[in-house]
């Protein structure tokens, strides 16, 4: 939970960056102004034009925006992590017990993690709808100084008119692209499990040998498992990531217009304004 807080921001940039309107207005800046840089300054040019979009959010918005669809996430993280490891564990142990005469095997790991992946991506859809609709809120600009007005006051609003105009299936689109995510829960387990077992394994041939634990001994056993975890979630992450873009592209809020065109503009400025002479890179020392 409070990593889910502190990381809320950049959540609600990520679901932004992948909308298709965003990418659209970042195709243009960047075919205007990356073009013909080297790759460190364009490097710098994209993490400076993400970041100015969510300075954009912050004035034009407020700083609520940028915790927008927090509650829910916050809701939903609980109740995903628990289902997972509680489906995953108990389905480790059945499938080993009855389908592998109580041995443990990288293929039990894999079905595992499929099957707990796919009760938790269908037990918290509509946690997940919820989370994105807010995060993506259409709204419309009042005609009294383009003050923007939310779609949704908040989660429960929210829930109540997707109830009301659209069923109780509502709540459940955006289930495919769920399930695509299975993959990155499933890879992370099964390298997770993989990991783990090479450090005990490591860790069982230090204790054979005899020999007296080092220092980098020690910090293996102190962060291997917390390290294995997070390379595991950081390789299926990278593997799967396509499946979150597909996750995430209903409409973008109505006001998307005014704040990356306030963002970008602000960026063009600083690329208009002529280069100091001795700053420039064709300048002898």
């Known amino acids: 939970m409070t990593a889910a807080t502190l990381t809320a921001p950049l959540d609600v940039l ?3 960056l992948q909308s298709d309107f965003y990418q659209a207005q970042i195709r243009e800046s960047r075919a205007a102004h990356v073009a013909g840089l080297n790759p460190i300054r364009a490097a710098g040019h994209h993490f400076k034009e993400t970041f100015q979009i969510l300075t954009a959010v912050y004035r034009l918005e407020g700083p609520r925006a940028l915790f927008k669809g927090l509650g829910p996430n916050l809701v939903g993280v609980v109740p995903a992590r628990s289902i997972n490891f509680f489906t995953y564990g108990n389905g480790k142990r059945l499938i ?3 389908l592998n005469g109580g041995k443990d095997a990288t293929w039990i790991h894999l079905a595992a993690g499929t099957i707990a992946g796919v009760v938790t991506s269908t037990a918290t859809n509509p ?3 919820v989370k994105t609709r807010l995060q993506l809120d259409k709204n419309v600009v009042a005609e009294s100084g383009g003050v923007a007005r939310r779609q949704y006051k908040n989660s429960w609003d929210c829930i109540k008119q997707i ?4 069923g109780l299936r509502g709540l459940y689109k955006g289930m495919s692209a769920s399930y695509l995510g299975v993959a990155e829960s499933t890879l992370q387990w099964v390298m997770y499990e993989r990991l783990k077992r090479s450090l005990a394994r490591r860790e069982e041939l ?3 040998s005899g020999r007296e634990k080092e220092t980098w001994d020690h910090v293996v056993g102190w962060f291997g498992n917390s390290g294995a ?6 390789v299926a992450a990278i593997l799967t990531y396509p499946h979150e873009v597909s996750n995430h592209l209903p409409p973008v809020l109505g006001r998307a217009t005014k704040i990356l065109t306030w963002a970008f503009r602000s960026h ?3 690329y208009d304004k002529p ?3 001795t700053a420039s890179p064709n300048t002898p020392a």
């Open 14 to 16: 990520k679901t932004r």
């Open 96 to 98: 080993a017990e009855y």
């Open 127 to 129: 946690i997940w709808m």
């Open 163 to 166: 109830l009301r105009n659209e």
């Open 206 to 208: 230090i204790q054979i």
């Open 229 to 234: 975890a997070g390379s595991a979630k950081f």
């Open 268 to 270: 063009a400025q600083d």
């Open 275 to 277: 280069p100091c002479p």
